[in-house]
């Protein structure tokens, strides 16, 4: 156990297989087996899916949205209803993030200082502020069990002058986040390296976190456009310069063969809203590639959605019912779609795990792209 | 048991109070215990619900659209996919109504005469036909438990000449469903007694069908604005004139105060949107009445929905989060209050059911009118 002792979330290291790295988070609210995907949680709901369908899927730990939950309901009235795990039903681990990121993407009049951020709500207009302390204060009144620091997430492309400007700030703000941060058992906050796609900024944002010291450590400002390869070439810049015995979570990653790249890379954690928002438009993600169950083709098919799946989509339900259900604009359908995704992925984390423990993670690599190619939607 | 010994569907009156009556329906997909409330699957699914949460709220028999279905995804295709309690899975007793109603209300264009109704679909236009015997051949494709006849629905308010000959014409075509009808045990086929507001009619219209002799009788053409007070007076015209022995069922009924009522006046079977349509909008059932979960009144609420109840929304989540998902319009808040009212109403009927075989229904009917004034809609 390499996790702080009398306090903070705690890691275990179980095995490694070349990069890839087998672990165990360990949380007040339980434990989740890494390499993880955290299904996002938004709103307080994975969208769709009751909490009893969503543990159905395989997932140990769910992500929340500081932005949205402080505009609604707001952290406080969540505070008075028992906190984000009683107020939303979840009994497993809870990480959220910090709002920066949806502050940059989804508010509008934001302004940004040393302070920290001013905004407009995209729900109703009115106004609002996050500082390092603010965030952190709210992610402790939603009694998240891992709080992300507040950071600037740089738009992609961006110039490296300005990337370093706004790293540096990010990690000012990252140690005025540790400073803010309350110290309980089974609670944990992580720093998050920014940097663009610039190595040398990815390696000093490393080094300026780990010198403050957190529980775990996020690579955020990827996933925006960069691209694949770009992207494992960051988390390449980036892994070698964090701590081993602390967890590293991939920010908003991604495809599946993404989060088997970068597993191979030593990533530990993921999130994205990929299996869930696919789910609702008609998208499947499967052993062979991805469907588009829209499609005309899968009208009068009796098959499952992916023979090798044990979800109730699959179990039951045929590809011509799902077509139907999309057609006619059922929720079922998106329902069933977003239990099969969210269930591929949570699959696919097991699968890896097995294969990191058995020193054939490369292997398993090497298989799965080898089917990905079979689907409708190559590309996913 | 009454039911045809080797065909038709069968029901058994297991036991009456008043004119209350207990009894159960058997068909080759098992069976529902009567009086019984079918969930309304039109398009093959209970809306928002996956089928185990269907069974979970005690539902035992579900009803089909044939408007909806023929149009999409056809008859036929229903057919070659196996039947509609494959193709949805739904391994309980299925009801289709005929196609009749939805013509109506739903069809442009609808043309009828005495062959039958003709119509272009609202879904892209596409012209259709109707006759008695393609109702009876659609229902018989979907591999339905309980075939209803084709019947034209007047609307309301409508002249009694206009009735009558509306009401005539209806029986001629339940006459040519019975020819068209194929006779299999486990199947039955239901006669809709028509004529508006008119007892003399109702009484003509009932004693045609039994003339002609179905395995159940429904009763048509109401609960399309012509208030309670006139809907069960229209039901008190018609149960005389139908036979003991075979189930009666008020067709499109009701709100709860209308299943209780129409129960004490000798009602066996009910189906109706309003339960999973009200989920959909935020309206709650409860045994105090009805909610409005928009309201802002509940948006700090730690209470359950209804302490009395044991459904999931009911047991793990506090109408502070309700509210919040229909604010932040989350599906699961539809999902969560369509499964409560589902429940609600399934655990109305499970509590008429006992109250009969225990000689209280009037007892029951009254306890139930005196909670059902507190609520924040006590017109529901």
């Given at each position: 156990?390499?996790?702080?002792?009398?306090?903070?979330?705690?890691?275990?290291?179980?095995?490694?297989?070349?990069?890839?790295?087998?672990?165990?988070?360990?949380?007040?609210?339980?434990?989740a087996?890494?390499?993880a995907f955290m299904a996002?949680?938004?709103?307080?709901?994975v969208?769709?899916l009751?909490?009893?369908?969503v543990v159905a899927t395989g997932t140990q730990i769910v992500?929340?949205?500081?932005?949205?939950?402080?505009?609604?309901?707001?952290?406080?009235?969540?505070?008075?209803?028992?906190?984000?795990?009683?107020?939303?039903?979840?009994?497993g681990?809870?990480?959220?993030?910090?709002?920066?990121?949806?502050?940059?993407?989804?508010?509008?009049?934001?302004?940004?200082?040393?302070?920290?951020?001013?905004?407009?709500?995209?729900?109703?207009?009115?106004?609002?502020?996050?500082?390092?302390?603010?965030?952190?204060?709210?992610?402790?009144?939603?009694?998240?069990?891992?709080?992300?620091?507040?950071?600037?997430?740089?738009?992609?492309?961006?110039?490296?002058?300005?990337?370093?400007?706004?790293?540096?700030?990010?990690?000012?703000?990252?140690?005025?986040?540790?400073?803010?941060?309350?110290?309980?058992?089974?609670?944990?906050?992580?720093?998050?390296?920014?940097?663009?796609?610039?190595?040398?900024?990815?390696?000093?944002?490393?080094?300026?976190?780990?010198?403050?010291?957190?529980?775990?450590?996020?690579?955020?400002?990827?996933?925006?456009?960069?691209?694949?390869?770009?992207?494992?070439?960051?988390?390449?810049?980036?892994?070698?310069?964090?701590?081993?015995?602390?967890?590293?979570?991939?920010?908003?990653?991604?495809?599946?063969?993404?989060?088997?790249?970068?597993?191979?890379?030593?990533?530990?954690?993921?999130?994205?809203?990929?299996?869930?928002?696919?789910?609702?438009?008609?998208?499947?993600?499967?052993?062979?590639?991805?469907?588009?169950?829209?499609?005309?083709?899968?009208?009068?098919?009796?098959?499952?959605?992916?023979?090798?799946?044990?979800?109730?989509?699959?179990?039951?339900?045929?590809?011509?019912?799902?077509?139907?259900?999309?057609?006619?604009?059922?929720?079922?359908?998106?329902?069933?779609?977003?239990?099969?995704?969210l269930h591929?992925y949570q699959?696919?984390?097991?699968?890896?795990?097995?294969?990191?423990?058995?020193?054939?993670?490369?292997?398993?690599?090497?298989?799965?792209?080898?089917?990905?190619?079979?689907?409708?939607?190559?590309?996913?």
């Amino acid at each position: 156990m390499t996790g702080p002792a009398a306090s903070g979330a705690g890691f275990e290291l179980l095995s490694s297989d070349g990069a890839a790295r087998r672990g165990r988070l360990t949380t007040a609210h339980g434990t989740a087996e890494t390499p993880a995907f955290m299904a996002v949680g938004t709103a307080a709901t994975v969208k769709g899916l009751t909490v009893e369908q969503v543990v159905a899927t395989g997932t140990q730990i769910v992500l929340g949205n500081t932005y949205h939950l402080m505009l609604r309901p707001t952290a406080e009235r969540v505070a008075e209803l028992g906190g984000l795990h009683r107020f939303m039903n979840w009994q497993g681990p809870i990480l959220t993030d910090s709002g920066g990121y949806q502050v940059m993407s989804l508010a509008e009049l934001r302004k940004i200082t040393e302070e920290g951020v001013t905004f407009k709500s995209h729900i109703d207009g009115s106004r609002h502020a996050l500082t390092p302390e603010r965030a952190v204060e709210i992610q402790d009144l939603l009694d998240s069990n891992i709080t992300m620091v507040l950071d600037e997430c740089t738009p992609f492309p961006v110039e490296e002058a300005e990337t370093k400007r706004s790293m540096e700030r990010s990690m000012r703000w990252a140690a005025r986040c540790k400073e803010a941060f309350r110290r309980r058992e089974g609670y944990g906050l992580f720093g998050i390296v920014q940097g663009s796609v610039f190595p040398e900024l990815r390696r000093a944002s490393a080094e300026a976190l780990v010198e403050v010291g957190f529980d775990g450590y996020a690579i955020g400002g990827l996933a925006v456009g960069e691209g694949q390869e770009l992207m494992f070439s960051m988390v390449e810049a980036t892994v070698p310069h964090l701590p081993q015995e602390r967890p590293r979570y991939l920010m908003g990653v991604g495809k599946p063969a993404d989060l088997v790249g970068a597993v191979l890379r030593g990533i530990d954690m993921f999130d994205c809203v990929l299996p869930t928002r696919s789910g609702r438009t008609a998208q499947a993600f499967t052993g062979h590639g991805a469907l588009n169950l829209r499609n005309a083709r899968h009208q009068s098919d009796p098959r499952p959605l992916d023979e090798a799946c044990a979800c109730p989509a699959c179990k039951d339900y045929s590809r011509a019912y799902l077509h139907h259900l999309f057609r006619a604009d059922e929720m079922l359908g998106p329902i069933l779609l977003t239990q099969h995704n969210l269930h591929y992925y949570q699959s696919l984390m097991a699968n890896l795990r097995q294969a990191i423990e058995d020193g054939r993670a490369l292997d398993f690599a090497a298989a799965f792209e080898e089917e990905q190619a079979k689907g409708d939607i190559p590309a996913l």
